[in-house]
Protein backbone atom coordinates (compact mmCIF):
# COMPACT_ATOMS: atom_id res chain seq x y z
CA UNK A 1 0.00 0.00 0.00
CA UNK A 2 0.91 3.64 -0.54
CA UNK A 3 0.76 6.09 1.41
CA UNK A 4 2.10 9.13 2.89
CA UNK A 5 4.65 9.02 5.56
CA UNK A 6 4.09 9.38 9.37
CA UNK A 7 5.61 10.17 12.47
CA UNK A 8 6.08 6.49 13.52
CA UNK A 9 7.37 5.80 10.16
CA UNK A 10 10.48 8.11 10.51
CA UNK A 11 12.73 5.84 11.93
CA UNK A 12 11.87 3.08 9.73
CA UNK A 13 12.54 5.75 6.51
CA UNK A 14 16.30 6.44 8.51
CA UNK A 15 17.09 2.69 8.33
CA UNK A 16 16.24 1.92 5.18
CA UNK A 17 17.85 5.23 3.42
CA UNK A 18 21.23 4.19 5.52
CA UNK A 19 21.11 0.92 4.41
CA UNK A 20 21.72 2.04 0.78
CA UNK A 21 23.89 5.36 2.11
CA UNK A 22 26.21 2.49 3.82
CA UNK A 23 26.33 0.78 0.06
CA UNK A 24 27.02 4.29 -1.78
CA UNK A 25 24.04 4.08 -3.62
CA UNK A 26 22.36 7.49 -2.11
CA UNK A 27 22.68 10.41 0.37
CA UNK A 28 21.70 9.37 3.77
CA UNK A 29 19.64 11.58 5.98
CA UNK A 30 19.58 12.13 9.86
CA UNK A 31 16.81 11.80 11.80
CA UNK A 32 16.53 15.66 12.20
CA UNK A 33 16.40 15.95 8.59
CA UNK A 34 13.61 13.44 8.34
CA UNK A 35 11.34 14.79 11.23
CA UNK A 36 11.70 18.36 9.71
CA UNK A 37 10.63 16.86 5.98
CA UNK A 38 8.27 14.22 6.97
CA UNK A 39 5.65 15.63 4.90
CA UNK A 40 7.53 15.23 1.96
CA UNK A 41 7.83 11.61 1.88
CA UNK A 42 5.35 8.48 0.46
CA UNK A 43 6.11 5.06 1.76
CA UNK A 44 5.10 2.01 0.75
CA UNK A 45 4.28 -0.57 3.55
CA UNK A 46 3.07 -4.31 3.55
CA UNK A 47 1.12 -5.98 6.23
CA UNK A 48 2.89 -8.49 8.26
CA UNK A 49 1.28 -9.73 11.48
CA UNK A 50 -1.06 -6.97 11.57
CA UNK A 51 1.37 -4.18 11.42
CA UNK A 52 2.44 -2.27 8.46
CA UNK A 53 6.54 -2.28 7.55
CA UNK A 54 7.75 0.30 5.33
CA UNK A 55 9.82 -1.97 2.49
CA UNK A 56 9.84 1.91 0.13
CA UNK A 57 10.66 5.64 0.61
CA UNK A 58 10.63 8.36 -2.02
CA UNK A 59 10.16 12.19 -1.69
CA UNK A 60 9.58 15.18 -3.71
CA UNK A 61 11.62 17.84 -1.99
CA UNK A 62 10.27 21.40 -3.60
CA UNK A 63 13.40 23.58 -4.77
CA UNK A 64 12.11 26.47 -6.23
CA UNK A 65 9.09 28.35 -7.89
CA UNK A 66 8.50 25.74 -10.64
CA UNK A 67 11.63 22.82 -9.83
CA UNK A 68 11.24 19.84 -7.33
CA UNK A 69 14.07 17.21 -6.69
CA UNK A 70 12.53 13.22 -6.51
CA UNK A 71 14.95 12.06 -4.00
CA UNK A 72 15.98 9.38 -1.50
CA UNK A 73 13.94 6.25 -3.46
CA UNK A 74 15.27 3.24 -1.68
CA UNK A 75 13.16 -0.14 -1.87
CA UNK A 76 13.79 -3.27 0.49
CA UNK A 77 16.15 -5.73 -2.59
CA UNK A 78 13.83 -8.34 -1.45
CA UNK A 79 11.08 -6.12 -2.93
CA UNK A 80 13.02 -4.87 -6.14
CA UNK A 81 11.19 -5.91 -9.56
CA UNK A 82 7.64 -5.68 -8.03
CA UNK A 83 7.03 -2.10 -9.60
CA UNK A 84 7.22 -0.52 -6.03
CA UNK A 85 9.96 2.00 -6.95
CA UNK A 86 7.61 3.30 -9.70
CA UNK A 87 4.41 3.58 -7.88
CA UNK A 88 6.27 5.62 -5.04
CA UNK A 89 7.96 7.79 -8.45
CA UNK A 90 4.71 8.25 -10.08
CA UNK A 91 3.27 9.30 -6.61
CA UNK A 92 5.56 12.19 -6.73
CA UNK A 93 4.79 13.27 -10.14
CA UNK A 94 1.77 13.39 -9.96
CA UNK A 95 2.34 15.58 -6.46
CA UNK A 96 4.34 17.46 -7.94
CA UNK A 97 1.44 18.30 -10.96
CA UNK A 98 -1.18 18.78 -8.40
CA UNK A 99 0.97 21.61 -6.98
CA UNK A 100 1.73 23.01 -10.46
CA UNK A 101 5.41 21.92 -10.16
CA UNK A 102 6.05 20.97 -14.16
CA UNK A 103 10.03 20.42 -13.89
CA UNK A 104 10.99 17.37 -11.85
CA UNK A 105 14.80 16.64 -11.67
CA UNK A 106 16.65 13.91 -10.26
CA UNK A 107 20.62 12.75 -9.24
CA UNK A 108 20.69 9.04 -9.81
CA UNK A 109 22.66 5.70 -10.07
CA UNK A 110 20.09 4.00 -11.99
CA UNK A 111 19.24 6.27 -14.98
CA UNK A 112 17.47 3.14 -16.67
CA UNK A 113 14.88 3.13 -13.72
CA UNK A 114 14.13 6.90 -14.60
CA UNK A 115 14.51 6.78 -18.23
CA UNK A 116 11.53 4.33 -18.41
CA UNK A 117 9.62 6.60 -15.72
CA UNK A 118 9.87 9.51 -18.89
CA UNK A 119 13.28 11.37 -17.43
CA UNK A 120 15.72 12.17 -19.50
CA UNK A 121 19.55 12.84 -19.29
CA UNK A 122 20.81 16.34 -18.45
CA UNK A 123 23.78 18.18 -17.80
CA UNK A 124 24.45 18.94 -13.93
CA UNK A 125 25.03 22.66 -15.12
CA UNK A 126 21.93 22.86 -16.21
CA UNK A 127 20.63 22.93 -12.59
CA UNK A 128 20.58 25.89 -10.20
CA UNK A 129 23.18 26.39 -7.60
CA UNK A 130 20.42 25.73 -5.08
CA UNK A 131 19.81 22.43 -5.09
CA UNK A 132 23.69 21.71 -4.15
CA UNK A 133 23.49 22.78 -0.64
CA UNK A 134 22.54 18.92 0.20
CA UNK A 135 25.71 17.62 -1.82
CA UNK A 136 28.16 19.52 0.47
CA UNK A 137 27.16 16.82 3.42
CA UNK A 138 27.82 13.83 0.68
CA UNK A 139 31.36 11.87 0.84
CA UNK A 140 31.75 11.90 -2.97
CA UNK A 141 31.73 15.97 -3.18
CA UNK A 142 32.71 17.10 -5.10
CA UNK A 143 33.57 14.23 -7.10
CA UNK A 144 29.95 12.89 -7.88
CA UNK A 145 29.62 10.28 -10.07
CA UNK A 146 25.40 10.38 -10.64
CA UNK A 147 23.34 11.14 -13.21
CA UNK A 148 21.35 14.11 -13.54
CA UNK A 149 18.10 13.52 -15.29
CA UNK A 150 14.89 15.65 -15.52
CA UNK A 151 11.39 15.48 -16.03
CA UNK A 152 8.85 18.32 -17.59
CA UNK A 153 5.09 17.78 -17.83
CA UNK A 154 5.08 19.05 -21.40
CA UNK A 155 7.52 16.48 -22.42
CA UNK A 156 5.38 13.44 -21.06
CA UNK A 157 3.69 11.81 -23.76
CA UNK A 158 6.13 13.76 -26.55
CA UNK A 159 7.83 10.82 -28.18
CA UNK A 160 10.41 12.97 -29.84
CA UNK A 161 11.53 14.48 -26.08
Not at 44 to 53: A, H, L, Q, T
Not at 59 to 80: G, Q, T
Request: glycine letters at 6%; aromatic letters at 10%.
Amino acid sequence: MLRDARMEDVKAIYNLLNHFSNKGLLLGRSLSALYDQLRDFKVFVVSEKGSDRVVGVCSLHISWENLAEIRSLAVEEVYHGQGIGSKLVASCLEEANSLGISHVFTLTYQPLFFRRMGFSSIDKKELPHKVWSDCINCPKFPDCNEEAMSWKKEDVGNPSA
